[in-house]
């Protein structure tokens, strides 16, 4: 069983920064994409950012340089740095992994205030 525990949302101001977490219980983790979702009251889920076994990433279109993600697979560990926050980002962000299966935690709330 396959479980991601995210860790670092909160409340902050906009221009804030946050850094989310997701471990991994996993021994598929090096081998898998792993990557970020978000989803805010009465909208659809959507991709933050992803990035695969490789290393390659992919972001959303309204990431536009402000987050960054990268994963550490000794400590089965995905990040996502945000910066220059806006209250647009307010959301639930989950931790989603890619594999045979798709897994996903049980997100962390993010909240920028104006």
């Known amino acids: 069983q396959v479980q991601l525990v995210e860790s670092g949302g909160g409340l902050v101001q906009a221009g804030g920064s946050l850094r989310l977490s997701c471990v991994a219980s996993?021994?598929?983790?090096?081998?898998?994409?792993i990557g970020w979702y978000r989803q805010a009251p009465g909208k659809q889920r959507e991709l933050v950012a992803s990035?695969?076994?490789?290393?390659?990433?992919n972001y959303g279109d309204f990431v536009k340089g402000r987050f960054t993600i990268s994963r550490d697979n000794a400590k089965k560990t995905v990040y996502l740095e945000m910066n220059s926050l806006k209250p647009e980002d307010t959301a639930t962000y989950y931790c989603?992994?890619?594999?045979?299966?798709?897994?996903w935690g049980q997100g962390t709330q993010v909240t920028v205030s104006s």
């Open positions: 989603k992994l890619w594999n045979i299966k798709d897994y």
């Open positions: 996993t021994s598929i983790f090096s081998i898998s994409s």
């Open positions: 990035i695969s076994s490789g290393g390659g990433t």
